[in-house]
């Protein structure tokens, strides 16, 4: 069965640093956009930040750009969500997903979560402070 797992999710103080890993199991990630998605408590699900195949676009949230980065690695095959400066409402689940619509390898601008499949259960990340 096609998922995958995160992890690297843990309690860290306001203006500290977590990097969040995404693996999969049962397919590469070479293949698709990967997509990191967050929930907050009490507020829907996000999307994050979306990394593509090869000169595909990458996208990020208003709330996270200039601070948060994607990227993969191709000899792990994992993606990785790199977070400094953590702020307090950076606080959530944070689950990464695979694009299983067609193109695949594109990621949408919009973050629509109807394209994507895969889903792991999640990493919590808590910044306390």
């Known amino acids: 069965q096609a998922q995958v797992v995160e992890s690297g999710g843990g309690l860290v103080q306001a203006g500290g640093s977590l990097r969040l890993s995404c693996a999969a199991s049962g397919f590469s990630l070479d293949y698709y956009a990967i997509a990191w998605f967050r929930q907050a408590p009490g507020k829907e699900r996000e999307g994050v930040a979306c990394v593509s195949i090869s000169d595909g676009p990458t996208y990020y949230a208003d709330s996270v750009k200039g601070r948060f980065t994607i990227d993969r690695d191709k000899a792990k095959n994992r993606v990785y969500l790199q977070m400094p400066s953590l702020k307090l409402e950076d606080t959530a689940v944070y689950y990464c997903?695979?694009?299983?619509?067609?193109?695949?390898?594109?990621?949408?601008?919009?973050?629509?979560?109807?394209?994507?499949?895969?889903w792991g259960e999640g990493t919590q990340v808590t910044v306390s402070s």
């Open positions: 997903a695979a694009k299983i619509s067609r193109p695949r390898h594109y990621c949408p601008a919009d973050f629509s979560e109807d394209v994507f499949g895969y």
